[in-house]
């Protein structure tokens, strides 16, 4: 199958998403051979990665999006498993500091663009300020931004205006030789609730369970709501949304490994090469150690 071209998702059709699967496709139900495959994924990734790096001329900036206990954390630290550390960072972004809501929304987002060269991940991205704010609009208010001081004045033009911010700012970051990848990561509520269960009952897995999460949950129909516009309004075909079904985390890391290898195999990606006095230099060196006495 290719995963690239079946969850892609460009704006031209209704999402429908909460019709849309959840599980794993059918096809893909031997975990040992999915896991060989993710290894494949991971060592191509690792030479995409190191020309990129080498070549210092594009970045790349993957976003990870989904609900609570859907596997972001996980998803991140395994694909990216192979990837040389210097060439890799990763950005959690949590609930807006006071700091931070004094300035426009983006002012945090900007300051954590990767450089070129680099594989830059937003683990939960500058799309929190159309989903959580959306369901909660008190945290607009907080921002104090201009004459808006009342939850109705955070209405459907208030985030329209942020669909098309969000829409400029990634055709301003593919204009400065950067691959923008958005992932959705499709999880069903029954799926959730079981793994919100695992890391109570389960003393290792404790450290991850949050009270707020079970709180954020009663909002799940809101939340998908606000995902299904969020996606429609800001995908399109030079920067599309992959929905991935993610009940099966085997099955999600598969998808979004196969999608990145292949998107970034699109670049032009090459290690540097030499002029003829560098290579001359390189000759000179060369036969130096040679002749060098032990």
Not at 139 to 160: C, M, R, S, T
Request: include cysteine; glycine fraction near 4%; hydrophobic fraction near 35%.
């Amino acid at each position: 199958m290719n995963f690239e071209k079946e969850y892609r998702y460009t704006g031209k059709k209704t999402l429908g998403l909460t019709k849309l699967a959840t599980a794993p496709d059918e096809k893909y139900t031997d975990e040992k051979a999915i896991k060989a495959e993710i290894a494949k994924n991971i060592k191509q990734l690792t030479e995409l990665q190191g020309k990129l790096y080498a070549q210092d001329r594009r970045g790349v900036l993957i976003i990870f999006q989904a609900m609570d206990a859907a596997g972001k954390d996980s998803m991140i630290a395994h694909i990216m498993s192979g990837v040389n550390p210097q060439g890799c960072q990763v950005t959690s972004f949590k609930q807006p500091s006071s700091r931070e809501l004094a300035h426009d929304y983006l002012w945090r987002i900007h300051d954590q663009v990767p450089k070129r060269g680099m594989i830059g991940i937003f683990n939960r991205s500058y799309y929190e300020d159309v989903l959580v704010s959306r369901v909660h609009p008190e945290i607009i208010l907080n921002a104090h931004i201009g004459d808006i001081q009342k939850p109705e004045q955070v209405d459907d033009a208030f985030f329209e205006q942020r669909f098309e911010d969000l829409k400029y700012f990634e055709e301003y970051l593919q204009r400065n030789g950067y691959l923008v990848l958005k992932f959705f990561l499709h999880m069903s509520k029954a799926e959730q609730k079981q793994r919100f269960i695992r890391r109570i009952e389960i003393p290792s897995h404790n450290w991850k369970f949050s009270a707020a999460d079970v709180r954020e949950r009663k909002y799940w129909d809101d939340y998908q709501r606000v995902y299904e516009d969020a996606i429609t309004q800001t995908a399109s075909k030079s920067v599309p949304w992959y929905v991935i079904p993610s009940d099966s985390k085997w099955y999600s890391r598969l998808c979004v490994s196969e999608i990145i290898n292949q998107r970034m195999g699109e670049l032009p990606l090459a290690y540097p090469s030499l002029d003829a006095d560098a290579q001359d230099v390189l000759k000179r060196a060369l036969n130096k150690l040679d002749h060098e006495k032990d």
